[in-house]
């Protein structure tokens, strides 16, 4: 059983910074994909960023976020970050932290399907 945790979610003004927080817990091979996915209502949940356990130098991201947000992990425990500058309203969603223990391959934001651990989404709304 895996259990995933995501928090962090808040109202900012545009250009603000939010940090968001995943925690993930159970059985969860080391080697393992973290990723952010958001959501807006009536619309498809969208990749926004991922990141391989054993490949932390080569984040995916989607094209809108590039340059503003960053994924990170934490070694020590089962955990992932979403570092988010400059933020923009069409930022505002749900976003969910999402897990997998496949292969480095199906690790990309465009991956949803390979995603089984969801956590329950952190809500962030950003104002003009």
């Known amino acids: 059983q895996v259990h995933v945790v995501d928090s962090g979610g808040d109202s900012v003004q545009a250009g603000g910074s939010l940090r968001l927080s995943c925690e993930v817990s159970?059985?969860?091979?080391?080697?393992?994909?973290l990723a952010w996915f958001r959501q807006v209502p009536g619309k498809e949940r969208e990749g926004v960023a991922t990141?391989?356990?054993?490949?932390?130098?080569?984040?995916d991201y989607a094209e809108s976020v590039k340059g503003r947000f960053s994924i990170s992990r934490d070694s020590g425990k089962m955990a992932a970050y979403l570092q988010m500058d400059n933020l923009k309203p069409e930022d505002t969603a749900t976003y969910y932290c999402?897990?997998?223990?496949?292969?480095?391959?199906?690790?990309?934001?465009?991956?949803?399907?390979?995603?089984?651990?969801w956590g329950q989404g952190t809500q962030v709304n950003v104002s003009s």
């Open positions: 990141l391989y356990s054993t490949d932390l130098k080569n984040p």
């Open positions: 159970g059985n969860l091979y080391t080697t393992n994909c």
């Open positions: 999402a897990a997998h223990d496949h292969h480095r391959q199906y690790c990309f934001i465009t991956d949803e399907r390979f995603f089984p651990y």
